[in-house]
C-alpha cells in the first residue's frame, strides 16, 4: 500500500578519522618509548649532552690547564644515555661510555658516580682524567642486579666549565606487544558482517596475557522516513517493569489528512518490537501503537527514532541475589584444620537466579571448599552454602568469594576474614649448654618439650649443621691400640655425627609433653653454637628450636719419666718397667702408646699389654713397657705416647740401657 507521503534519502552518518583521537598510547608509540633500543641509538652516532650543570670551578682541585673559550661544549659522550636490557639477576653486565674532547686544548675532567649496590665505575670513583683534543677516553660501568626490576642511576662528568649527568637504565625482562596503530575496514555494506585478521606478536622478554576490547553502543534502530503529522506522538504511560517485557500505548492524531504507518524492518529488533507495524489514521482520529521492550542484558538501552520525535528509554534488571552477610570473620583458626561455617544466597528479585561460585587463585583462596558450587535459586528463595576452609599459610588474611549470577552485571561477593594460627611448642630451658667438654667423651643433656596446642602433632628433631659418619669416642678407640689414628689422627671422609637425641621423633598429645636426651660426643676441639629443630608433620619444618652450646678440649697430659732407663739385659729377654700419665686438668683424657714400627735391624724392640686407656681428672695413669734387645750395647729408643685429639702432638720419651 502506498502512504503517499514523500520518500527522504537516509543519510549515513561516518565516523571521521579526524574524530578518533586515541586517549591513550599508541601500541607503537608504548614499544618505542617502553623498549628503546640502544643498537639504533648507537647507530645515528647521536652525543646530544642529557643535563648539562653550571660552570664548577676545578682550578683548586684538578690540575691547571688552559681554559676553553666560553659558550662551547667541551665534551662529546656516547651514548647520551646508558640502557641495560635483557639482563638477569646476579649477572654482571658491563657497559662502555666514551668521552672525547672536542676542544683544542686539553682539558681534566672529574668522573664520579654516588654510591650503589648495583651500578659502579670500574677503575677509581671521584678520579680526574686529562682529555686531550679528538682523543676518545672509555668510562666502563657494571651492573649487577639485585632482583628483575627497573633500575635507574647517573654519571656525572664535570670539567671547569660545565657539569654533564649521564643517565642510566636499566630495564628489566616485560612484555611488549607489537599490534597495529590503526585497523581500516574502508567501505563496508551496510548491515553486512566484515571481517580482518591481525597478527599479535609479543616482541618482549616476558610472558604477556591480554584482553581485547571494544567500544560497544547498543541503539534502537532508526527509520528513513518521516511521519507530516502536525501533532507529534504523545506518551500515555511511563513506567518500568524491571526484569520484564514493558508495553507503552501512544496516540497519533492526523487531523486533516490521512497518516499511515508502514512496516519497516527498523522498528523491530531482538529488544523492541512495535505494534501494529501498519495501519491508517482517520482525519481527526486517534490510533494506538504499542511498543514492546525486551532487554537481552541488565544494560541500560537509548535512542530516539527519527520518524517520530518520541523518545524510547528501558533498563533491562535482572536477577538481585544477595548475601545473608557481606562479611564473615571466622577468628583464630588452626592450621591444617577444617573451620566450616554456611551463608545463604537470597534471591530478592522476580526472576529464576542461576549462580556459580568462583574459585580464587590465591593462596589462601585455594583452602576454601563450598557445596553446592552452582544452582538455580527461584524468585524469592534461598540456598544455603556450606564452607569448608583449611588453611595452610600462617597469618592474617582477607579473601574475598564471588558469586556469579547469570543476567546480572556484578557478582555477589562475601568477605572472609580471619587469622591463621600454627601449633605452639616450647622446651622447658632457653638454652642447653654442656660447657666444657673433652674430646672422644660422650656428654648428655636433658630437656623437656611442651605442645600447648588444642591438636596432637607429630615432631622429628634434627641437629642444625650436624654430620652423618658416626663419631669415634674414647672408649672405642682404647680398643684399638694399632689404629692410625693415634699417629695421623681420625679420617673421617665427611663430617661427624657428634649429636645423638632420643627420641628424635614421637607424637604429642595436646597440652603433653616429651622429655628429650641430647649426647654430644664431638670429634671437633671448637666451640660449639648449634640449634636443635623442630619439624612438626603436616606443619612445616623448623616450627622450634633450642640452642645448643659447648666447647671442647683436649686435655694436657704429662708422662714420667721422661727417660726409662733399664739395667743390664740379656738378649732376647723381656724386661718391664711402666710410665706414669699424669692428668692435671678438670677433663679426663684418652692416650695410647704408639706401636714400634719393627724394622729388621732394630737394635732394640718395645711394647706393652696395656697400651691405651683413660687417665681421669686430676689423677694418674700406667703404661707398662716391655724391652726385649736384639744386639750387643747401649742403645736408646724413642717411645711416643698419643693422646687422643691431640695426635700431632705426641708426648715424648725414651727407653735406655746397656747390653
Keep these: 500500500m502506498d502512504s ?129 683534543p679528538a682523543v676518545s677516553v672509555p668510562v666502563r660501568i657494571r651492573f649487577s642486579p639485585g632482583e628483575n626490576k627497573d633500575y635507574s642511576h647517573q654519571l656525572l662528568c664535570v670539567t671547569e666549565r660545565e657539569r654533564i649527568v649521564v643517565p642510566i637504565r636499566a630495564i628489566a625482562a616485560r612484555a611488549v606487544l607489537d599490534f ?30 591480554f584482553q581485547l576490547s571494544t567500544q560497544r553502543q547498543s541503539l534502537f534502530g532508526q527509520s528513513q522516513r518521516e511521519l507530516r503529522l502536525e501533532k507529534l506522538m504523545e506518551e500515555k504511560e511511563t513506567g518500568k517493569e524491571k526484569g520484564s517485557c514493558e508495553d507503552h500505548a501512544a496516540s497519533l492524531r492526523a487531523p486533516g489528512e490521512m497518516a499511515k504507518v508502514h512496516q519497516d524492518p527498523m522498528f523491530s529488533d531482538d529488544v523492541s518490537v512495535i505494534e501494529p507495524m501498519e495501519g491508517e489514521i482517520e482525519p481527526d482520529d486517534l490510533a494506538k501503537i504499542k511498543m514492546t521492550f525486551k532487554p537481552q542484558e541488565a544494560v541500560e538501552y537509548q535512542s530516539r527514532e527519527s520518524r517520530l520525535p518520541l523518545q524510547l528509554r528501558g533498563e533491562g534488571q535482572g536477577p538481585l541475589v ?29 526472576l529464576d537466579a542461576p549462580f556459580r561460585y568462583i574459585p580464587a587463585a590465591t593462596k589462601v583462596g585455594l583452602g576454601f571448599k563450598l557445596a553446592p558450587q552452582e544452582g538455580i535459586i527461584a524468585a524469592g528463595g534461598s540456598q544455603t552454602l556450606q564452607i569448608s576452609f583449611s588453611a595452610t599459610v600462617l597469618g592474617r588474611f582477607e579473601e574475598e568469594l564471588r558469586f556469579s549470577v547469570a543476567g546480572s552485571p556484578t557478582p555477589a561477593i562475601l568477605t572472609i576474614r580471619g587469622s591463621v594460627t600454627g601449633p605452639s611448642l616450647h622446651f622447658d630451658l632457653p638454652e642447653l649448654d654442656f660447657g666444657d667438654i673433652s674430646f672422644g667423651f660422650p656428654y648428655t643433656q636433658r630437656c623437656r618439650l611442651t605442645n600447648s596446642s588444642p591438636v596432637p602433632v607429630t615432631f622429628q628433631l634434627r641437629m642444625s649443621f650436624d654430620g652423618t659418619q658416626p663419631a669415634v669416642d674414647s672408649v ?60 612438626l608433620e603436616g606443619f612445616g619444618k623448623g616450627v622450634a628450636s633450642l640452642v645448643i652450646t659447648a666447647r671442647c678440649l683436649v686435655p694436657k697430659l704429662q708422662v714420667s719419666p721422661h727417660v726409662l732407663q733399664y739395667d743390664e739385659c740379656l738378649l732376647k729377654v723381656p724386661y718391664e718397667k711402666k710410665f706414669l700419665i699424669r692428668n692435671p686438668s678438670h677433663l679426663p683424657g684418652c692416650y695410647g702408646l704408639i706401636e714400634q714400627k719393627r724394622k729388621e735391624d732394630a737394635a732394640v724392640l718395645y711394647s706393652s699389654p696395656k697400651p691405651c686407656g683413660i687417665v681421669q681428672p686430676h689423677s694418674t695413669a700406667e703404661i707398662p713397657v716391655l724391652v726385649e734387645v736384639q744386639a750387643l750395647g747401649t742403645h736408646r729408643t724413642n717411645v711416643l705416647i698419643g693422646v687422643f685429639g691431640d695426635e700431632r702432638n705426641p708426648l715424648p720419651s725414651i727407653s735406655a740401657g746397656e747390653w
Design 4 to 132: 503517499g507521503f514523500p520518500k527522504k534519502t537516509p543519510t549515513p552518518r561516518l565516523l571521521l578519522r579526524e574524530r578518533l583521537q586515541p586517549n591513550t598510547l599508541l601500541p607503537s608509540k608504548f614499544q618505542q618509548e617502553k623498549f628503546p633500543s640502544t643498537k639504533k641509538e648507537a647507530s645515528t652516532g647521536r652525543s646530544i649532552l642529557p643535563r648539562i650543570g653550571p660552570w664548577l670551578d676545578l682550578s683548586k682541585t684538578g690540575p691547571k690547564l688552559p681554559s676553553a673559550p666560553p659558550k662551547q661544549n667541551l665534551l662529546q659522550i656516547s651514548p647520551p644515555e646508558v640502557i641495560f636490557q635483557n639482563f638477569n639477576t646476579h649477572d654482571v653486565s658491563e657497559m662502555t661510555v666514551s668521552l672525547m674532547n672536542v676542544d683544542k686544548f686539553p682539558h681534566v675532567v672529574k668522573v664520579s658516580m654516588e654510591r650503589s649496590p648495583y651500578f659502579q665505575v670500574m677503575g677509581s670513583n671521584d678520579a680526574y682524567r686529562l682529555l686531550v
Design 180 to 209: 597495529p596503530d590503526q585497523l581500516d575496514f574502508s567501505t563496508c555494506p551496510v548491515k553486512c558482517s566484515s571481517q580482518k585478521t591481525l597478527l599479535l606478536r609479543n616482541t618482549g622478554n616476558l610472558e604477556a596475557r
Design 322 to 350: 544477595e548475601l545473608s552477610c557481606d562479611t564473615l570473620e571466622l577468628g583464630d583458626i588452626f592450621v591444617n584444620t577444617p573451620h566450616v561455617c554456611e551463608v545463604n544466597l537470597i534471591n530478592q528479585g522476580a
Design 476 to 535: 672405642d678407640q682404647i680398643r684399638c691400640h694399632s689404629d692410625p689414628a693415634w699417629r695421623k689422627g681420625i679420617h673421617l671422609y665427611v663430617e661427624p655425627r657428634e649429636f645423638t637425641i632420643t627420641p628424635s621423633r614421637g607424637t604429642i598429645l595436646p597440652q603433653g609433653h616429651q622429655d628429650i636426651q641430647v649426647t654430644l660426643c664431638s670429634n671437633s676441639v671448637m666451640e660449639f653454637y648449634r640449634k636443635m629443630l623442630v619439624d
